[in-house]
């Protein structure tokens, strides 16, 4: 497995520090200022998810290919979507999605968004994650549960997501014991609506809980159909919190 530690030509080096995982911004057209700040020196961004059409889309989208491009030439680690709809996807459909995402977009690895988290669904699971290992056998994979999932699910992702909500459910949210077991960097925190005053307390929320991996944003669903797709609002803050700074 990758985890964060691993390095190959053409992808960032991370460390155990905490970094950003962006869930997957709006289309390149519809967002272009998001996807070129990403570009700038300074953020600690320890990957991206594209996500072109709910997946790859049915053809080549030479917008989204730019985008990743120019992430990778930046170093940055880009991952394709996979849609598991909590297990009702069939396996077919998810590993053509990722031969897509492989063929036209070279992505380093996948996140499989919406990802079963009870113990029934760990063997497809664990069938999805190996067959993507034989077909990119350097793939950096991110099993995006959004809740603590059965134990043995972290023995297959390279990351697991273990909460991914709002701020007021994040703010008195627990961590399950078992990830104790497990370094920091083999988890990720997707928080929406966190208001700018409590930036601080959600990054010690989370170095608490053992999240190497965070998105926050003040952004929430009730503004935009999905909070992760424009910047947040207070991203040069957040960036100079914990990466060194981003250049203007």
Do not use: K
Request: overall charge negative; charged content about 20%; proline content about 9%.
């Amino acid at each position: 497995m990758s985890y964060l530690t691993s390095t190959r030509p053409g992808t960032a080096s991370t460390d155990v520090r905490t970094g950003f995982g962006i869930p997957g911004f709006a289309h390149p057209l519809l967002a272009p200022t998001e996807w070129h700040r990403l570009t700038r020196p300074g953020a600690p961004l320890h990957w991206v998810v594209l996500n072109v059409a709910d997946g790859p889309g049915v053809q080549p989208d030479p917008h989204c290919l730019a985008a990743a491009g120019r992430l990778r030439n930046a170093g940055v680690r880009v991952l394709g979507h996979l849609d598991t709809a909590y297990g009702l996807r069939t396996f077919g459909e998810v590993i053509s999605d990722a031969h897509r995402f492989l063929d036209w977009y070279q992505v380093d690895g996948f996140l499989l968004d919406r990802c079963p988290a009870d113990p029934a669904a760990l063997p497809e699971v664990r069938r999805t994650v190996a067959t993507l290992r034989v077909i990119h056998d350097d793939a950096h994979i991110v099993l995006g549960h959004g809740t603590h999932p059965y134990p043995e699910y972290a023995e297959h992702g390279d990351q697991l997501v273990t909460f991914s909500g709002t701020w007021s459910d994040y703010r008195w949210s627990q961590v399950a014991e078992w990830t104790a077991d497990h370094p920091p960097e083999r988890f990720c925190h997707f928080v929406h609506g966190v208001p700018r005053p409590h930036l601080d307390e959600a990054l010690r929320v989370a170095r608490w809980q053992g999240a190497a991996t965070i998105y926050f944003t003040d952004h929430t669903p009730a503004h935009h159909t999905d909070p992760w797709e424009p910047l947040p609002g207070y991203w040069d803050d957040i960036v100079s919190r914990i990466g060194t700074g981003v250049s203007e």
